[in-house]
């Protein structure tokens, strides 16, 4: 059977980044795999502030609605503590994940992706980590030294998943306009260093957008009460589920069995005159 095997951080980075080529991947029949490295334990809880002390426990329970919702297997759940964002005490728990040893987790990711038949893919974060978080950049450079160290004929194509620095500064723009508070990972754009035409690989995702939002809305202590669609208005909504943004490690030019999207304008505002810049840059 064929396989795809996605590296991530914590649960929801797998539903917020791939949720919706994860879908299209299971519908296809791959046998779907995300590999969770922390229980999310520094994450907010959106739904009790006050309730902590289960956050790791209930992002686990989570994190498997969530690959249900998606049609993918059970996730493997390293349980590294959450590092917290960067420059937070959280970093220098001898639990976090930021502060695991490198080698040791190098070996746990290469003995998951030797456990089955040689993947038709591998996906994890960009080398920015979306927004620089300890974390992902750990998730991203142990991939990377496990390539390194696999034998030519065992790499399996590697793709990386990315944010698109227009798409930022548009949900921004969008919840700054309709005096909405706006997310730190949209606010901090210095960070997210791709824009679209460095992108080279896009997927279409509008037709399983409502599995990725009812995947979302699983993650119920990062949502909180009102799901994705009361934290984010429509437009936002549309733009963080109907594309999803990837680089290639290699010679690709499309995952696997996935068609490219053919680039066209429309899903920020009215298309701009270049066509490598599909949406505008607002």
């Not at 029949?29 to 309730?51: K, M, P, Q």
């Not at 920015?128 to 974390?135: A, K």
Request: aromatic share 8%.
């Amino acid at each position: 059977m064929a396989r795809i095997l996605a590296y991530f951080a914590h649960p929801d980075d797998e539903t917020f980044g791939i949720g919706g080529a994860l879908a299209l991947y299971a519908a296809k029949g791959f046998e779907v795999t995300v590999v969770c490295a922390t229980d999310g334990d520094s994450g907010l809880n959106r739904l009790d502030e006050n309730d902590t002390a289960r956050l790791a426990e209930l992002r686990t329970e989570e994190l498997r609605a969530a690959c249900r919702q998606l049609g993918i297997n059970e996730p493997v759940m390293l349980n590294y503590r959450d590092s917290g964002m960067d420059g937070t005490p959280e970093n220098d728990h001898p639990d976090s994940l930021h502060q695991a040893d490198m080698d040791e987790l190098v070996d746990r990711f290469t003995e998951i992706l030797g456990a089955g038949e040689m993947p038709d893919a591998v996906i994890t974060f960009d080398s920015t980590g979306w927004y620089g978080h300890p974390d992902h950049l750990k998730v991203y450079l142990a991939v990377r030294i496990m390539y390194e160290r696999l034998e030519e004929n065992q790499r399996p194509p590697l793709f990386l998943a990315c944010f698109a620095a227009e798409a930022a500064r548009y949900s921004a723009k969008v919840m700054e306009e309709a005096g909405e508070e706006v997310p730190n990972t949209f606010r901090d754009r210095s960070r997210m260093r791709y824009s679209l035409d460095m992108i080279p690989i896009v997927v279409d995702t509008s037709s399983v957008a409502g599995q990725k939002i009812a995947a979302l809305n699983e993650h119920r202590t990062q949502m909180g009460p009102t799901g994705i669609e009361g934290r984010f208005p429509p437009e936002i909504l549309k733009v963080r589920t109907e594309r999803e943004y990837f680089m290639q490690s290699g010679h690709h030019d499309a995952l696997p069995d996935i068609p490219p999207f053919e680039r066209h304008g429309g899903l920020f505002g009215e298309p701009p005159p270049d066509p490598l810049l599909p949406f505008p840059i607002v």
